[in-house]
């Protein structure tokens, strides 16, 4: 069984769109949970 030859990859691959986002993360994820918080408080007023 031989090595795959990775010499036949191009090379003008497509970015993913995860790697696009991991610079954004430090921004997106405290934004999301501030979100995410003032959504369930808002539910547990409501329901209160």
């Known amino acids: 069984m ?7 990859l191009p090379l003008d691959h497509e ?3 995860i790697e696009s986002l991991v610079p954004l993360m430090p921004i997106v994820l405290p934004v999301a949970g501030g979100i995410l918080i003032f959504l369930l ?3 547990a007023v ?3």
């Open 2 to 8: 031989s090595a795959p030859d990775h010499s036949k």
């Open 15 to 17: 970015e993913d769109v």
């Open 41 to 43: 408080a808002f539910i």
């Open 46 to 48: 409501y329901m209160a």
